[in-house]
């Protein structure tokens, strides 16, 4: 079954035509890297699939659910199977860490930020909250201010989030965008060590096409709004990955896959 399916979606911002008839299928349990140069258009693409933003024209399905079809309950439901990672963490800065956790579980038992605050979450969510803590490393910072934390800590507070959401797809939209190498690392690790535990589909976002080899099951690479590179990462050359990010070649001047790739890792 498909976990994403996006048929020939557009989306303006006023005269801007940022996506430009994309399509793109992604199967359930696979980890998919998009690859693309500032400004063509992926964190739209991540925000759209999301609900977070609405397109002009297309179609998207997730889940077998087509967004265009859903009622707003319907939408906040679905919204649920999706987590969301972001470059800039997006955690409640003034609140535990422990706290942030249990927000995940916003839409269960009409659970939301306010009864997080408030200590009304049932036994069982505390419960879930700490073992989503102890699966990223930091039950021992769950009383923490969320400000303390560094950076891949911050991330790997958002990353116990989305577990405590139960989420099915994971969108990660630069997740490792503002750590040190050997943070972003870490991160990527941990990310890909939950969703091969729990089966999750994944979609992220990387600008190091080194990583995108390493982690991505598939890499597909966008320039101008439009899918333009689509292949398995064992055929995939760091050359037709640079392509992407040289200003000066046009979509259909983008290699196709090539299968010359003895010096890249095959698993
Ligand atoms: N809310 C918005 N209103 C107007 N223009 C926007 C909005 N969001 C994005 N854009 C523009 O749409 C284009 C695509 O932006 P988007 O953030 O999707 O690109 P991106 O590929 O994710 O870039 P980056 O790699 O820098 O994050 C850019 O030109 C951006 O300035």
Redesign the pocket.
């Known amino acids: 079954m498909k976990a994403i399916s996006v048929h020939n979606l557009h989306k303006h911002?006023?005269q801007?035509h940022?996506?430009r008839g994309l399509t793109l299928e992604i199967t359930r349990g696979e980890c998919v890297i998009l690859l693309?140069?500032?400004?063509?258009?992926?964190?739209?693409?991540?925000?759209c699939l999301n609900g977070l933003?609405s397109h002009d024209q297309g179609e998207i399905t997730i889940l077998g659910d087509s967004l265009t079809h859903l009622s707003k309950p319907q939408l906040r439901q679905l919204r649920r199977k999706v987590g969301v990672v972001f470059?800039q963490f997006n955690l409640v800065q003034n609140v535990s860490v422990f706290q942030n956790v249990l927000y995940g579980a916003k839409g269960q038992q009409r659970f939301g930020l306010l009864a997080s605050l408030a200590c009304l979450a049932t036994h069982e969510l505390r419960e879930r909250a700490m073992a989503s803590l102890e699966r990223v490393g930091l039950a021992h910072k769950a009383h923490a201010d969320c400000r303390q934390l560094s950076g891949g800590q911050q991330q790997r507070v958002a990353i116990a989030r989305t577990l405590m959401q139960d989420a099915e797809i994971i969108i990660a939209?630069?997740p490792i965008?503002s750590l040190d190498p050997k943070a972003g690392k870490e991160i990527m690790d941990l990310l890909l060590d939950v969703v091969s535990e729990r089966r999750l589909t994944v979609l992220c976002?990387l600008?190091q096409l080194e990583l995108a080899q390493q982690y991505g099951d598939r890499i597909i690479g966008?320039k101008a709004?439009q899918i333009v590179l689509d292949t398995p990462r064992q055929q995939v050359a760091l050359a037709t990955m640079q392509q992407l990010y040289q200003g000066d070649v046009r979509v259909d001047q983008i290699s196709p896959p090539t299968v010359d790739n003895a010096a890249l890792p095959t698993s």
Do not use: F, I, P, W
């Open positions: 911002y006023g801007l940022v996506l693309g140069a500032n400004g063509c258009g992926k964190s739209t693409l991540m925000r933003t470059q939209d630069e965008a976002t600008h966008m709004g």
